[in-house]
């Protein structure tokens, strides 16, 4: 198989190892890796002369690589806040920026908890002591969070348990391996954890989760990298997101 996902967390701020100049390298959100290794797979069947490189991290520290100079084509992130940060540092071109896919911010529990949770609320009780999110200094799931918790006050209860993520799917495994009593994490994650996590609510947000994407500046395949932002708004390209949860934005 010639996709190649990379996992951001093993090379930080250097980028993907082994692209090369041909490839076209796409960096995206994690709560993006399932969906966007699909859509890499069928972007490629399509134009078999390029060689689609998946990097996936939380979107900031996606942002501190593509700033730092490390190869990238494609920017996806996974909210707004990380975007605009990525036209202040004139990191993408604003003239493509687009969003592309829209999610939940949800509630989640192990399969065999042993605290009964059903909304956030209920982390308030004294039996709740560890509740996973991602930092909201640099994982956009945990920003959403924050501002969530925030708007119904429960904010200083439920930091004072918190467990910082590094991206929503270390969350993710923190609550699947029962190493918390709950996290929070978008809809997506959550799915592909089904058989050992429960949704125990969906939580509200003060403002839309929505995905933009953008082609990197100075790109050296903006031309690729516009067709490849293309191929996901397509018919197919949202198809296939909504096959893992994402609706339209």
Same mark, same amino acid.
């Given at each position: 198989?010639?996709?190649?996902?990379?996992?951001?967390?093993?090379?930080?701020?250097?980028?993907?190892?082994?692209?090369?100049?041909?490839?076209?390298?796409?960096?995206?959100?994690?709560?993006?890796?399932?969906?966007?290794?699909?859509?890499?797979?069928?972007?490629?069947?399509?134009?078999?002369?390029?060689?689609?490189?998946?990097?996936?991290?939380?979107?900031?520290?996606?942002?501190?690589?593509?700033?730092?100079?490390?190869?990238?084509? %494609? &920017? *996806?992130?996974?909210?707004?806040?990380?975007? #605009?940060?990525?036209?202040? !540092?004139?990191?993408?071109?604003?003239? /493509?920026?687009?969003?592309?896919?829209?999610?939940?911010?949800?509630?989640?529990?192990?399969?065999?908890?042993?605290?009964?949770?059903?909304?956030?609320?209920?982390?308030?009780?004294?039996?709740?002591?560890?509740?996973?999110?991602?930092?909201?200094?640099?994982?956009?799931?945990?920003?959403?969070?924050?501002?969530?918790?925030?708007?119904?006050?429960?904010?200083?209860?439920?930091?004072?348990?918190?467990?910082?993520?590094?991206?929503?799917?270390?969350?993710?495994?923190?609550?699947?391996?029962?190493?918390?009593?709950?996290?929070? %994490? &978008? *809809?997506?994650?959550?799915?592909?954890?089904? #058989?050992?996590?429960?949704? !125990?609510?969906?939580?509200?947000?003060? /403002?839309?989760?929505?995905?933009?994407?953008?082609?990197?500046?100075?790109?050296?395949?903006?031309?690729?990298?516009?067709?490849?932002?293309?191929?996901?708004?397509?018919?197919?390209?949202?198809?296939?997101?909504?096959?893992?949860?994402?609706?339209?934005?």
């Amino acid at each position: 198989m010639r996709l190649r996902p990379f996992v951001a967390a093993l090379f930080f701020l250097a980028g993907p190892a082994g692209a090369a100049a041909a490839d076209l390298v796409v960096s995206a959100a994690s709560s993006l890796t399932d969906a966007f290794q699909a859509v890499g797979k069928a972007y490629e069947a399509r134009h078999p002369e390029t060689r689609v490189v998946l990097n996936f991290a939380a979107s900031d520290v996606l942002l501190r690589q593509i700033s730092s100079g490390a190869p990238a084509d %494609v &920017f *996806a992130s996974a909210d707004q806040s990380a975007m #605009d940060k990525a036209v202040a !540092a004139g990191a993408i071109d604003p003239a /493509t920026r687009q969003d592309f896919a829209s999610n939940r911010l949800v509630l989640v529990v192990p399969k065999d908890g042993r605290v009964h949770v059903t909304g956030p609320a209920d982390l308030e009780d004294p039996k709740v002591t560890r509740v996973a999110y991602g930092d909201p200094a640099s994982v956009p799931v945990g920003r959403y969070t924050k501002a969530a918790l925030e708007r119904q006050g429960l904010w200083g209860v439920i930091s004072a348990k918190g467990v910082l993520a590094q991206n929503v799917r270390q969350g993710l495994d923190y609550v699947a391996r029962g190493e918390v009593d709950a996290g929070f %994490v &978008f *809809a997506t994650d959550a799915a592909i954890m089904k #058989d050992r996590v429960d949704v !125990a609510a969906v939580v509200a947000t003060p /403002t839309p989760i929505t995905y933009p994407i953008a082609v990197v500046a100075g790109s050296k395949q903006a031309r690729e990298a516009a067709r490849f932002e293309a191929f996901v708004q397509s018919a197919d390209g949202r198809a296939i997101l909504a096959g893992f949860g994402f609706r339209a934005p």
